[in-house]
């Protein structure tokens, strides 16, 4: 339900989720060179990206994990969405929460307000489905995405290495 109620409140402000597309994915994730280098580079091939697409985390419901393409009205890839229904940090199977894996956003939409307007639908969506928090992890050195999150709204619930990373793990209520 949370799928179907996200793909229609997305057509409604002229934006639609496409079947995934590992080249037109690959490019825009190699155009944001600023994550590609706190993320040491990741992906750097067509075969990152599908593990990106198609990996579900261990002890999740392949039903719950879901990677969307995200278009605009002139068929251009504006942004990718990865989420875990029902899983938040503390709790694996807690059925009230999101988890955001990613939310990548074309570098050429960077700053108009596209990323929030995304944001804000997916929380909408949860909202109808009776989710009552969006969790996700943030590398800490990545500056404008922490501003981003905090900007919607959420704050870091605590600090974690994931034997990679130092990332902020951020919580938002919804309700």
């Not at 639609?16 to 080249?23: D, K």
């Not at 994915?25 to 990152?48: D, H, Q, W």
């Amino acid at each position: 339900m949370l799928l179907e109620d996200l793909k229609e409140k997305l057509k409604a402000i002229n934006l639609e989720i496409r079947e995934n597309n590992y080249e037109e994915i690959f490019a825009l994730y190699e155009g944001n060179e600023e994550f590609r280098k706190l993320s040491n580079e990741y992906p750097v091939t067509l075969e990152k990206v599908k593990e990106d697409v198609e990996d579900v985390p261990p002890f999740t419901d392949t039903r719950s994990k879901h990677y969307l393409s995200i278009y605009n009205l002139h068929n251009e890839l504006v942004a990718v969405v990865d989420f875990i229904d029902g899983y938040s940090f503390q709790d694996k199977n807690n059925k009230n929460a999101l988890w955001i894996g990613l939310l990548e956003i074309d570098k050429k939409r960077h700053n108009s307000g596209l990323g929030t307007l995304i944001f804000n639908t997916i929380a909408d969506a949860c909202r109808k489905n009776s989710k009552t928090m969006i969790q996700l992890g943030v590398i800490k050195e990545n500056h404008k995405a922490v501003k981003f999150w905090r900007k919607v709204g959420f704050d870091v619930l605590r600090e974690v290495n994931n034997g990679e990373f130092d990332l902020y793990v951020m919580e938002k209520s919804i309700g």
